[in-house]
């Protein structure tokens, strides 16, 4: 790990300028990701902005009726929320699909939002990596792809965002709420949060250098059936191959997300009108542009068959 | 034969000796990571409580909460594995809630209360999840039960608080305990052995006994 000097933040505003004002600073929430990353020198930040101090960690009715969620909120605390476990039951079951009850404890909601992909290249400092070193080319192409991304793929990375929680935030349609350097606050919708790779895989979000997150807010419930189904090499604490996230009605409408398929949470709501007709025309049309590799071709019927389980879940 | 605690004095040396040769004879970087940053440690102080006990550490703000209870406190029950989050070896409580110590700063838990196995029970006075590994048979090699007994204790308050888990059927329900959840909450404990099933034994006649 290399050297960094380290303070911690008291303000929001603070923490948004200590980050600006330093280059190469980062902030740190639960660091379980950032650490992991710190130790095999992927990530080399020069100084941390510790925003555990922030009170940034609570959950609290929101004006429009929803919930806005702190950006320091630990996973499983957001989890086992009573009002988020009744009203947002796919966010709870994202969430527990994720990582390890250890893991959850110091993992945050900003966090996780802003976790960095699994790719096995992006991990191995002795190969090339767009995403890791902008420029140096991508051996996730040539190489082995089974985890990677199918769909909204380009030439330069077909990386995947590995994060549960987003994929549930997107089929809710949350909003990320931030607060820039200067002060300014502004709040991105999930839809608009993650980017897809490009020809600048490196850049994986809408945010600004400096900018924090200070809370991510829930629409007002949705009602119907709540469902993520994650499937995974292992029964628990692996990342997807394929998670579908949906909220499904009485009468068979709804709406539905992937996770593991692309470089953000994938949905395309045109598409959703069609699900009272069952998994397959849903599924032709969510990857009617994907870019399967060799490897990673089994992740398409994986999808249908996968989305044709949960709307059957749905309807018992 | 040398005196146990002759030998292990002797790794530790080597240990020691083989890191300090491998900060010399620096090996090339590879492609990424940055190049010749002059490397001075930054030096922070912080204060925590481990086992009962106040300590004022001055660290490397690189340090790790757990070489920080290893190579500071020496405070050696807690295990450092993949050093990586993945197998759980590290698990401490810190205010009463596991974590990965090797996921996490040193510096991050100024003010803090750690409970580290030392802290669970003494040799004279197991704590009672302590016993029941050894009852049962919860492990072979013994390098991954500092970490497994500390998310056991920390899994059974869980489901008395009504976490729910991946495998809890009915979120708006209460938690009822079973073998399912059991497994599924541990499963950020890896095993190389396999004692699992008797692990989950342990953990279950705990449970039972405390009501
Ligand atoms: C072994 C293992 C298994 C895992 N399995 C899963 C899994 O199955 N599913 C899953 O979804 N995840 C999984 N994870 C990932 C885990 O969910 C993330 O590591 C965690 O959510 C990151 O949150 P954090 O608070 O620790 O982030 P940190 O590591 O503290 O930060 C991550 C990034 O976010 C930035 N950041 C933090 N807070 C803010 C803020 N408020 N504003 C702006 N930027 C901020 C940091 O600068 C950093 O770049 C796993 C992790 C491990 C180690
Ligand atoms: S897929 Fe993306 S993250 Fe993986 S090697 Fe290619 S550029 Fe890097």
Redesign the pocket.
Known sequence: MRSFTYERANTPGEAAAAVARTPGA???????????LMKLQI?TPTHLVD?NGLK?DTIEPAPEGGLRIG??VR?TDLAADERVRRDYAVLSRALL????GQ?RN???T???L??RTRCPYFYDTAQPCNKRQPGSGCSALDGVSRQLGIVGVSDACIATN????AVAMRVLDATVETVKPGGVSRTIPIAEFHRLPGDTPHVETA?EAG????AVTLPPPLGGRQIYRKVRDRAS????LVSVAAVIHQDGTGRVALGGVAHKPWRIEAAEADLPRGPKVVTEQLLADAKPTHDNAFKRPLVERTLGAVISQARN | MAHPSELNVNRREVIAGAGACAAVAAAPLPAGAQRSRVETPVLTQVSFNVNGQLHTLEIDTRTTLLDALREHLHLTGTKKGCD???CGACTVLVDGRRINSC?TLAVMHQGDTVTTIEGLGTPDNLHPMQAAFIKHDGYQCGYCTPGQICSGVAVLDEIKAGIPSHVTADLTGSVQLSEAEIRERMSGNICRCGAYSNIVEAMTEVAEKQG
Do not use: C, K
């Open positions: 980062r902030f740190i929430a639960g660091g379980t990701n950032l650490l992991d990530e925003v940034l950006a320091l996973n699909a994720g990582a390890s893991l110091r993992a945050t900003a966090g996780n802003l976790q590995p994060s549960d929680m945010l900018e924090l997150i200070i604490y692996a990342f997807a | 990586h989050g993945q996921l």
